[in-house]
């Protein structure tokens, strides 16, 4: 198994990505690996943003991605460069893999489920997508078990056994 130096978070600002993006981090730190946060906007979003002016959009959701990771960041990544945040527009699955392999990504660390009915399904089917054309590895990671965190040994161990 390769030593895993680069890892990839989409996010949609969901709780379920930002527990993602907590393993995300844990993996990134216990490698000494680059983390890079993606954001995907969908197409028709940014589209009504030009319509109606709102020439802000992406520098404001880059905005938000900056204030979403760093959530889970402080003192545990202290000896890693910043995150790369990356804000791109189209559709999420084939964003999520152009990222990657534009940032020659080692490992995919994403959220199975995301906002509502309608953000579970889509996001479903992204998952899906990316498990099924990823070149690398690819960590789904499940809505949040009571009791259980990123911090517990057991997790930390199991996270380490990844290839760092």
Known sequence: MTRVQSVLCPVDFSEHSQRALEYAVALAAACRAQLTVLNVIDPLLAQAAVVSADTDYLRDTKAEL??????????????????????????????????????EADLIVMATHGRSALGRFWLGSVSSHVVRDAGVPVLLVHPRVPGEGVEDEATLERLRALGC
């Open 66 to 103: 900056q204030a979403f990771a760093d959530e889970p960041l402080p003192g545990r990544v202290a000896w890693a460069p910043s995150p790369r945040l990356v804000v791109t527009v189209g559709h999420p699955g084939d964003q999520i893999l152009e990222v990657a392999a534009f940032h």
